[in-house]
């Protein structure tokens, strides 16, 4: 295949332009308290130091929204200028004030209005869903006039995990579903003539997020809508397997052209994020050719891919990378790499990590673990790790690691278990999308959540 960026329009946000010709951004997001203005500044200085070109903050109320203000100031005294993007949930005023301080706001169409799911279904008349659609204008068209006049662009961030009950009953969990919830607010945004727009849809599941992003892109050809795409895995974990992960899903698009600017998530410090991104922008290309050379070579319903790289790393990205979209359209169910080196395990394992991130193969536990961020509670990376530590071995199981409840109950529909966060200390735990116990001390639930995957293996 011939590499070719997808066309897009340009979106300015503060001293960069994303889409159009301009070169694929690489973004990451802060994971301390908002309110902790040095905390943030030293973070982002971490972010941006290592290349990150636009660092996100959780903006969960008011307060946090305003103290945006305080972090610019400190990040621009001390001589940086990188885009500051505040992340809004549940509460659409504060994205009223975001929009002052900072040179972008990510909205959620499925709580900016619509209550936080509780995957309850819900009857419409036509009637009826359309002034459900006026109460989406009454909040957003005032957002979008604060925007134009302090120079705000904003994304609109979907995610899968959040999807609104609204959507949900009428569409069901459904690519078409998820696409509709952001053409939504798209087709506002039209109407409005607000165009510094960039678009996000996620998922912790490659296929379900490549398949909505490509669905997306017809949708917006359709309707004359050209805006730029953010990319990115949510939930990918950390380690080995959160990178091939992101690369399986991220790289499958960025090698049709699709993409604008992308993070990363890791279950880490953000700024590991960020040499990750670079490499996958860094590699479209070859992978481009590499994906085209591994469909060729497909026999037996098996990927033959021949890579030459010497850097353990960078050869585990570019491989998932190549394959990504082969193995997500099931173009093949088998993958061999280098078979001259067959003699090396670490290949067959990578083979079977990039089947199992496309979701074709099971060979190992599944762990879906957000990166955090300023509403994450609880020492994330440290529960990670013990729960690996306990669980590793339950091959095929898929367990949830959620910082908060934004996206932790809509994700564990895609999990046997989930560990949420539910307020500070408190943890709340799941089996697939029914909470099964609420707020139970930090310091018990992890052992309460083996209590209870043990009790049903039993």
Not at 217 to 239: C, F, I, Q, R, S
Request: aromatic share 4%; proline share 3%; glycine share 8%.
């Amino acid at each position: 295949m011939t590499y070719q960026r997808r066309e897009s329009s340009v979106t300015h946000v503060g001293n960069i332009a994303i889409g159009g010709d301009n070169p694929i951004r690489i973004q990451s997001m802060a994971t301390v308290d908002t309110n902790d203005t040095e905390g943030c500044v030293a973070q982002a200085k971490r972010i941006i130091d290592a290349g990150g070109e636009l660092v996100r903050f959780t903006t969960q109320g008011t307060r946090e929204a305003e103290n945006m203000k305080n972090i610019s100031a400190r990040l621009k005294g001390d001589g940086y200028d990188t885009p500051l993007v505040a992340d809004v949930h549940f509460t659409a005023h504060v994205a009223d004030v975001a929009a002052l301080y900072c040179e972008k706001v990510r909205i959620n169409p499925g709580n900016y209005v619509d209550p936080g799911r509780v995957f309850k279904h819900l009857e419409y008349t036509d009637e009826e869903y359309a002034e459900e659609l006026k109460k989406i204008e009454a909040k957003l068209i005032p957002f979008l006039n604060i925007c134009k006049e302090h120079h705000t662009a904003i994304r609109i961030g979907v995610n899968h995990g959040s999807l609104s009950d609204r959507i949900m009953s009428r569409y069901g969990d459904t690519p078409e579903g998820i696409v509709e919830s952001c053409m939504e607010f798209l087709r506002i945004c039209k109407r409005e003539d607000f165009n510094d727009i960039v678009i996000s849809i996620k998922a912790s599941n490659t296929v379900v997020m490549v398949t909505t992003v490509r669905l997306l892109v017809k949708t917006m050809d359709k309707e004359n809508m050209h805006y730029p795409l953010h990319l990115g895995v949510t939930e990918a974990g950390e380690g080995e397997d959160g990178r091939i992960k992101s690369a399986v899903g991220i790289g499958a698009l960025l090698t049709e052209g699709i993409g604008d600017t992308i993070r990363v998530s890791l279950s880490e410090e953000p700024e590991c994020e960020i040499p990750v991104a670079r490499q996958l922008v860094d590699s479209i290309q070859e992978c481009a050719r590499l994906r085209a050379d591994a469909e060729a070579s497909i026999k037996d319903d098996t990927i033959t891919l021949n890579i030459d790289e010497s850097d353990w790393e960078t050869l585990q990205l570019k491989a998932a990378m190549a394959v990504g979209a082969l193995l997500i359209d099931r173009k093949a169910t088998k993958l061999v790499i280098n078979p001259g080196s067959s003699d090396d395990p670490r290949l067959t394992s990578l083979s079977d990590a990039i089947l199992q991130a496309a979701r074709i193969k099971f060979t190992k536990t599944e762990y879906i673990s957000c990166p955090g961020c300023g509403r994450t509670l609880y020492n994330l990376q440290e529960t990670i790790a013990r729960i690996k530590a306990a669980t590793s071995h339950l091959v095929g199981l898929k367990i949830g690691i959620m910082g908060c409840i934004v996206n932790g109950p809509g994700e564990m529909a895609d999990a046997d278990y989930g560990y949420v966060g539910a307020g500070r200390g408190k943890i709340s735990l799941y089996k697939q999308k029914v909470c099964v116990e609420k707020n139970i001390p930090e310091e018990e639930a992890v052992d309460k959540l083996l209590e209870l995957i043990n009790k049903d293996l039993a």
